[in-house]
């Protein structure tokens, strides 16, 4: 048995190495997950939730929430928030109480980050906010949030693992429902409703293996995982448990289990 927690690309390595010796495998890797918010529901909330989300560890996550969906009427107002929250993520020396955000793990993942949002804003993608200076030292990459963002850009369908959320927009929930499950991960996702029977309505919509209502906490002792390329099996609680055990299944003839 062989348990794995990193990128999608290293844990489809690791299965088929342990095909060779049908070795079982659990695998929980990337993830491009989605914040849904409903008409009705409390965007000041939603959004500060979401960039909480994807931004935390520098957004070096895998079931950070990196896409906040949001119905078009609402754009403006989610942007204007936005605006006025980015300020508070001040970036510096980790050991620093005061700094909220720190670098990537390396250079090179500091410019995937980059190069996917250049890629981004040449296919039309603009800035909500314009990102802050970085320190001279260390990988650091601002904090950018993209708005315009079209469903088939790779911004939108790909994981960055850097501080980068996209602002979409959809017409109608059934829109909402098809943007939400339609990338290859299936990690995470949030719902943001006026209600906790319509947040918990669309969260049974979600291809993804852990779906929060209404900024729900994280509960170790659910079953954690993903759908898709974002993993097979599941971790904590007892689904976690099972993962690592086998049945045996022992026949008895009647007469013997008489005796017992």
């Known amino acids: 048995m062989v348990s794995f927690t990193g990128s999608t690309r290293a844990g489809q390595h690791i299965a088929q190495i342990c095909a060779a010796t049908t070795k079982r495998v659990a695998l929980e890797m990337g993830g491009k997950s989605a914040a849904v918010m409903l008409p009705g529901a409390d965007t000041a909330a939603a959004v500060k939730a979401t960039l909480g989300s994807c931004l935390l ?50 250079e090179a993942q500091k410019q995937k980050a980059l190069q996917m949002v250049d890629a981004a804003r040449a296919s039309g993608a603009e800035y909500l906010v314009s990102p802050a200076a970085t320190p001279e030292q ?7 949030v993209l708005g315009n963002v079209e469903r088939d850009m790779p911004i939108a369908n790909e994981e960055v693992f850097g501080p980068v959320l996209t602002v979409m927009t959809y017409r109608d929930v059934e829109d909402a429902v098809r943007v939400a ?49 974002s993993g097979i099996g599941r971790e904590n609680g007892q689904y976690g448990l099972e993962e690592f055990l086998e049945p045996v299944s022992i026949q008895l003839p009647p007469s013997y289990v008489e005796t017992l």
């Open 181 to 229: 499950n339609g990338t290859k991960y299936g990690l995470a996702a949030t719902v943001w409703a006026r209600t906790p029977e319509e947040g918990l309505a669309l969260a049974r919509r979600l291809r993804a293996g852990q779906v929060d209502v209404n900024g729900a906490p994280f509960n170790p002792a659910a079953p954690f995982g993903g759908f898709k390329q």
């Open 57 to 106: 560890n520098s957004g070096q996550t895998c079931s950070a929430t990196t896409r906040l969906l949001v119905h078009e009427d609402s754009y403006h107002k989610v942007a204007s928030l936005v605006t006025e929250m980015m300020p508070g993520w001040r970036m510096g020396d980790p050991a620093d109480p005061a700094t909220r955000l720190g670098p990537l793990v390396s």
């Open 138 to 144: 260390g990988f650091f990459v601002p904090p950018i």
